[in-house]
Each structure stands twice: as structure tokens, then as C-alpha cells.
């Protein structure tokens, strides 16, 4: 009940036959076939390029962390500077 059986699909297509004979039911289902291979092209393009997208926000968020780091190291260098400055002016 509210689905269809072997039986309903057999007079579907029964009845479509009737409709469109049988010359153009190959020429419908390739056309069929066709768009279906369409559609699952687009999705699968789609797929590619946010796959693409991701990988650039990877690659662009690690590279703000590598120059986040290259300037944490350059701080901590001007620091070790300073103090040792300081500490040779204190010496002297």
C-alpha cells in the first residue's frame, strides 16, 4: 500500500508503449540516459570544486600560521637582543 508493484510498473508500461509506440521508447530512453549522465556529471564537478575551494583555505590558513610562527620567532629574537643589551649596559 502506497508503493508500487511489479504489477503497477508492468501497466505503466504497458500503457507507455501504447502512448509512444514502440520506435521512439530507445530514442526517449537515451535521451533519458543522457540527461541522467548530465546531472550526475554536474554533481560530480560541483564535488570537484569545492574539494578545490577547501584545499585553497587549507593552503592559505597554514600559510598564515607558517608567517604567524616566522613572526613570533623574529619577537622572541628582538627580545633576546634587547635583554642582552641591557644586560651589557648594566656590566658596564
Known sequence: M???S???IIILG???LILFGSDKLPVFGKSLGKAIKGFKDGI???DVESKDVTTEKLNAQQI???KLKQ???KL???ELK???AESDKNKA
Request: no cysteine; charged share 20%; proline share 0%.
Open 44 to 46: 560530480n564537478e560541483i
Open 82 to 84: 634587547l635583554r642582552q
Open 76 to 78: 622572541e629574537q628582538a
Open 14 to 16: 504497458i500503457i507507455v
Open 2 to 4: 502506497g508503493g508500487f
Open 64 to 66: 598564515a600560521e607558517l
Open 6 to 8: 511489479v504489477v503497477h
Open 71 to 73: 613572526v613570533e620567532m
